[in-house]
């Protein structure tokens, strides 16, 4: 049984940095690539950030220059560092792990930008 737990939300003022983290366990053969996306109340879950075993990035247009991914694959362990953060950027994170045939999720955190 593959598991993601993720860690790192909370509240943050806005232009406040968090840097989130979720670690793989379990049996899981490889993992091609490692994510993050959010979904805000009422609306759909949408990508924040992606970076595939060989280090290709790949960001949303609304974080892009705010947020890194990052990943230690040894580890299995993918990071989230945000950023200049805004309070639209309000959301609970999932963290995703895909093996090639399976995209595996965690089970989300939550993460507040007010003042």
């Known amino acids: 049984q593959v598991q993601l737990v993720e860690s790192g939300g909370g509240l943050v003022q806005p232009g406040g940095s968090l840097r989130l983290s979720c670690t793989v366990s379990g049996t899981i053969l490889k993992i091609d690539a490692l994510g993050w996306y959010r979904q805000a109340p009422g609306k759909q879950r949408d990508l924040v950030a992606t970076?595939?075993?060989?280090?290709?990035?790949n960001y949303a247009d609304s974080v892009k220059g705010r947020f890194t991914i990052f990943s230690d694959n040894a580890a299995r362990t993918s990071y989230l560092q945000m950023n200049t953060l805004k309070p639209e950027d309000t959301a609970i994170y999932y963290c995703?792990?895909?093996?090639?045939?399976?995209?595996?999720w965690g089970q989300g955190t939550p993460v507040t930008v007010s003042s």
């Open positions: 970076i595939t075993s060989d280090g290709t990035t």
């Open positions: 995703s792990a895909d093996d090639g045939w399976h995209n595996y």
